[in-house]
């Protein structure tokens, strides 16, 4: 099993409460290699061994787009099975603290996209389904289901379980106040 996060950075439209039409932007990466190459996702990546969820969320961020993230929020915890078996679990944070430009890597290449315009044609399916919910400000906890053997971003999505606002453990070894 992988553990794994994501990181949405988000700026502008500071009331993500407001109906009234958002110009607030979050950070993708059309990833340029791994799992769901081609596509578009946050930055983020596997956790390595010794480090906490959010620690992998601000090195992944660091070296995909060369932003410095803090303050993580955590919007989710994502379980994505394939064929029966946990493939990933992955720990989805956002936030709007962040220092630097974001600068295309060898691993991803960023855009900042409208929330209203985000393109879930060109991510993952499981996206459309708990992504805007997260960056509306809600946390989602989740568990998706593929079929049809490795690689993961080739296999059949076929359902899913969502819950929505279930409060989120910060992470207990979290040492730095990022
Ligand atoms: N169904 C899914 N929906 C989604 O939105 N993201 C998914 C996903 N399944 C996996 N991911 C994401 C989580 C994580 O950020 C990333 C893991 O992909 P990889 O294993 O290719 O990691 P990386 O390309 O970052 O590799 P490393 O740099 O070696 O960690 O893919």
């Known amino acids: 099993m992988i553990e794994a996060t994501l990181c ?25 290699r791994g799992l769901g190459e081609g596509w578009y ?6 956790c390595e061994p010794g480090e906490t969820p959010r620690e992998c969320a601000v090195r992944e961020t660091r ?21 029966g078996e946990t493939h990933t679990f992955c720990h989805v944070y956002r936030t709007r603290s962040f220092t630097g430009e974001p600068t295309s890597s ?3 290449h960023p855009e900042w996209v409208s929330v209203e315009d985000v393109p879930y044609d ?6 459309r389904l708990w992504l805007p ?43 730095s106040a990022t």
């Open 63 to 83: 070296e995909e787009v060369g932003l410095e993230v803090r303050n993580l929020e955590k919007a989710g915890e994502l379980t994505f099975r394939l064929d």
């Open 8 to 32: 949405f950075p988000l700026r502008g439209d500071d009331d993500p409460t407001t109906t009234n039409e958002s110009d607030g932007e979050v950070l993708l990466i059309e990833k340029r």
């Open 133 to 175: 919910g997260v960056l509306e400000g809600n946390t989602a906890v989740g568990e998706f289901r593929f079929e049809g053997g490795e690689p993961l971003d080739e296999a059949d999505f076929v359902d899913h379980d969502l819950e929505w606002g279930a409060p989120l453990e910060t992470d207990p070894d979290e040492k």
């Open 106 to 108: 060898e691993e991803a």
């Open 41 to 46: 996702n946050g930055p983020g990546g596997k």
């Open 122 to 127: 060109q991510m993952w399916e499981d996206d």
